[in-house]
């Protein structure tokens, strides 16, 4: 059963719109989230994080948005930039457990010039 | 500067040979992962240490072992590689809850 679900494997974006990730979660545990991106054949790379006290979290372009009544939470890239595309990963923890990351399948984001 | 380092960075090596992925981190941090990915597919969490002589498997099933001698030192060693093998494989570490993860770069295995 996966905990942590992107059900968009790809975004196409035009370069200056907003980009908008996606990611929802079953496991009401959950407590901390964080995005993470990846180039191709390299790690991935924090970029935000969000605890479930908070319903936003700004880092200037990224901002994420933390819904919990619906296990939602979007991550939105304004304006977004050639440089942006890569897969976005989006992933999870309880802090009450063991600290381990449950990852989603990731979402692909191409940013057009 | 601190960071997590991941050899080799690419592997092409023939079924039934046995191999070791390197993984270091000069950041000192005590816990370290182990992840497995397929393109397209989440990262999924094989191996985890949460100290010097500490390992445990994590959600997905592997054949891989893992060994925690020195704090920055976390290898990965196949005994006998076969081809359902093939993908690429992640280390990272972590100073603990609110930290993140860092990760190396990976090594990507094809077992032919």
């Known amino acids: 059963d996966q905990q942590v679900k992107q059900n968009s494997p790809s975004l196409s974006v035009q370069e200056g719109r907003i980009s908008i990730l996606n990611c929802d979660y079953t496991n009401s545990m959950f407590d901390y989230f964080l995005w993470y991106k990846k180039y191709p054949a390299e790690g991935p790379t924090f970029l935000i994080s969000i605890s479930s006290i908070k319903d936003k979290n700004e880092d200037g372009r990224f901002t994420v948005f933390l819904n919990k009544s619906a296990k939602h939470l979007s991550l939105h890239i304004v304006p977004s930039q050639p440089g942006d595309s890569a897969v976005y990963f989006c992933?999870?923890?309880?802090?009450?457990?063991?600290?381990?990351?449950?990852f989603g399948k990731g979402t692909k984001l191409s940013v057009i010039p | 500067e601190a960071d997590i380092y991941q050899t080799p960075r690419y592997l092409v090596i023939g079924t039934g040979k046995k191999i070791t992925l390197e993984c270091s981190q000069t950041?000192?941090?005590?816990?370290m992962y182990w992840y497995q990915q397929d393109p397209g597919m989440e990262l999924h969490l094989i191996h985890y240490?949460?100290?010097?002589?500490?390992?445990e498997k994590g959600d997905l099933s592997s054949e891989s072992t893992v060994s925690r001698i020195r704090t920055e030192h976390f290898p990965l060693t196949l005994e006998s590689a076969r081809p359902s093998h093939t993908s690429q494989y992640l280390c990272a570490s972590s100073a603990g809850e609110g930290y993140g993860y860092t990760f190396g770069s990976g090594t990507r295995l094809t077992v032919v």
């Open positions: 950041m000192g941090h005590d816990k």
């Open positions: 992933a999870a923890y309880s802090g009450a457990g063991s600290y381990q990351l449950t």
């Open positions: 240490s949460y100290g010097v002589n500490s390992t």
